[in-house]
């Protein structure tokens, strides 16, 4: 099942007001970044890093 990439969150959006806590992704809203971390990284990927910045702190 392939997910469909929203536009919005890219690091071509025009306002980085909200980044992406995993990569350089910025986007207008946090929605936008909400979906982008669902779609576009790996639950994976974000419990580690969640994990590791729990653990850094
Ligand atoms: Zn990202």
Redesign the pocket.
Known sequence: MQASIPER?TEAAKSHAYG?P??N?GADSEDDIYC??LV??RKSAVVGALLERVGNE
């Open positions: 969150a992406c995993l990569c992704c982008h971390l576009s990284h």
